[in-house]
């Protein structure tokens, strides 16, 4: 006899399965991301509320159009699936995924604040979208010197300090209150009053870890995108070709030259400007290489330039190479062979 096919969870179920298990990996005093134990209670809770989510879309619980006090008691906990969907989804270890993870639990504390702010459950303002990478560089390089601006962003940030410092104060009350509710409710014997404010209080609570969640997320998405953006820069970046070295030589004026100055000096190698032209023409080194023939006059000037600047650095060479060899014709008259030698005489 073949055996039954396991039936499907319910959606009470999903809830209560994926949200212990979001308790047991926040308990656990294992690295959520380096723990392979705690990742599979992680995906295991993301698939499950996952599956959750799924079916409170599809029996449409929520509805901008009815009131808090139409939602029964029981009904108020499913608003919470979002919520410990996205604090599950931060807490998966894959760091090469992590952009999409940090987006995908941002989109979910979203959806939860959105159908909390239609039900008019507390009081705050939707977080606004993170700025690209182009608005926060724009920015960032952005300097405005009137001291208004500096007094209306110290302000700002005083109200943000006194907002969180409100939300704090609240959540521990909330916290409070709902440690005192738990045990009826765990037990069963709470009453329907005693139910609907524990998953009110818990639905205020989760809305105060969202708010604070998705600042720290709008921090971190910002980051990741620069560092996909820097990386993505060095990849297209060509390589540098490296060009190989040129031996050094004697620049002349002709091949006459070449003959002379390369009988002194044997070592080094002598060239003519014509000749220096058509190497480096060989080599594809000169400016005009590539360039279409509507060009042809400016390479030609170009050519001229480069010949006069050969032209004056081989006579600069000539001059030089004319002055050594003065200087040791002349140390050589005041010097005769044999100067300075007295141990061997005779």
């Known amino acids: 006899m073949a055996a039954a096919a396991e039936e499907p969870l319910r959606l009470s179920e999903l809830l209560e399965s994926g949200w212990r298990l979001l ?44 009131d808090l ?61 993170p700025e690209s990478l182009e608005e926060s560089e724009s920015a960032g390089s952005s300097w405005n010197p009137a001291p208004a ?55 205020k609570k989760w809305i105060t870890t969202s708010l604070e969640d998705i600042e720290s997320i709008n921090q971190e998405i910002a980051i990741l995108r620069r560092q996909g953006a820097l990386k993505q820069g060095s990849i297209q970046q060509p390589s540098h070709v490296p060009r190989p070295p040129v031996k050094p030589f004697i620049l002349t004026r002709d091949a006459a030259q070449a003959k002379v100055f390369g009988a002194g000096y044997p070592s080094l190698a002598t060239m003519t400007v014509d000749d220096w032209y058509e190497q480096h023409q060989k080599q594809g080194a000169m400016p005009d290489q590539g360039i279409s023939q509507k060009a042809s006059a ?4 170009q050519r001229k330039e480069l010949e006069e600047k050969a032209a004056e650095e081989a006579e600069a060479a000539e001059d030089e190479l004319v002055w050594k060899a003065r200087e040791w014709d002349e140390w050589k008259d005041l010097h005769p062979r044999g100067y300075g030698n007295r141990k061997n005489m005779g």
């Open 298 to 301: 400016g390479t030609e000037e």
């Open 23 to 66: 308790d047991e990996v926040e308990s656990s005093t294992e690295p959520s991301s380096g723990a392979p134990a705690v990742q599979r209670k992680v995906q295991r809770g993301v698939a499950l509320l996952e599956r959750a989510a799924s079916a409170v879309a599809e029996l449409q619980l929520f509805s901008q159009n009815e």
């Open 69 to 129: 006090e139409e939602i029964a008691s029981a009904d108020l906990r499913f608003m919470l699936v979002p919520a410990l969907l996205a604090a599950l989804v931060l807490k998966q270890g894959n760091h090469s995924k992590r952009l999409e993870h940090v987006e995908k639990a941002r989109a979910s504390f979203m959806n939860f604040l959105r159908v909390c702010k239609d039900y008019g459950i507390g009081q705050f303002e939707l977080p606004r979208e």
């Open 149 to 203: 601006s500096d007094q209306v962003a110290l302000i700002a940030m005083a109200s943000n300090r006194q907002a969180k410092i409100e939300r704090y104060k609240q959540k521990k009350e909330v916290e409070n209150r709902l440690a005192s509710l738990k045990p009826f409710i765990d037990s069963g014997r709470a009453e329907e009053e005693q139910i609907r404010e524990f998953y009110l209080l818990q639905i």
